[in-house]
């Protein structure tokens, strides 16, 4: 049987509202998602979507419900050092996990293993797994040194997927352009999505 459990991990990069759409997918998707939201991930996701979530994963987890309009059973919020939570251990965490948004700090404490807090050590489990880890980055320019860990991670099996939206498809607003990227990241999971038509495909 698919294993349809997931990580989702949202940072303090900006591009909130791609890892809120990203999560509203992957439910309606029906998979059990593990959310592990840092604490710039709240600040981010209250300036550039006005969503303010409760400091406890309970609440949290029920304003996001609220919110996407989603049964509460398949959504875990976990907190930032939730030992215990499956996703810390490599017998019991999902395959697949998305940093989405992903900032240049995660990005290097993931490259060298720092595995401080639960998102960390999460992206260490599914990287020693051989499970499946993309990583979406929200900067720009990119330093040196970013491309290095950009490089380091995708040598070790890493797929890094810069939020960098495509426009052949004319958006026609916003939520056009977070549902390319959504689009994208889906199709590298494997979920089957009608957010974006693939190229060619809406020409034959």
């Not at 290095?148 to 939206?165: H, Y």
């Amino acid at each position: 049987m698919q294993d349809k459990r997931i990580t989702l991990a949202w940072t303090g990069a900006s591009g909130a509202p791609y890892g809120l759409r990203l999560l509203e997918c992957l439910l309606a998707a029906d998979y059990h998602v593990y959310l592990l939201i840092s604490s710039a991930a709240r600040v981010v996701l209250a300036t550039e979507h006005g969503l303010k979530l409760p400091a406890g994963p309970d609440a949290a987890k029920l304003a996001l419900c609220k919110h996407l309009n989603c049964q509460t059973d398949k959504l875990e919020v976990c907190g930032k050092e939730d030992w215990f939570s499956p996703v810390a251990s490599g017998s019991a965490a999902p395959k697949t996990m998305v940093v989405c948004p992903c900032s240049a700090g995660t990005l290097a404490s993931v490259a060298h293993g720092l595995s401080d807090n639960l998102l960390e050590r999460a992206a260490d489990v599914v990287m020693k797994e051989r499970g499946q880890l993309l990583m979406v980055v929200r900067e720009t320019p990119f330093s040196t040194l970013h491309l290095e860990n950009m490089l380091k991670l995708s040598q070790m099996g890493v797929t890094i997927m810069p939020a960098a939206p495509g426009f052949y498809h004319q958006p026609q607003s916003i939520e056009d352009l977070v549902d390319f990227m959504v689009a994208r990241i889906l199709d590298h999971l494997g979920v089957e999505q009608g957010l974006v038509p693939r190229w060619g495909y809406d020409h034959r």
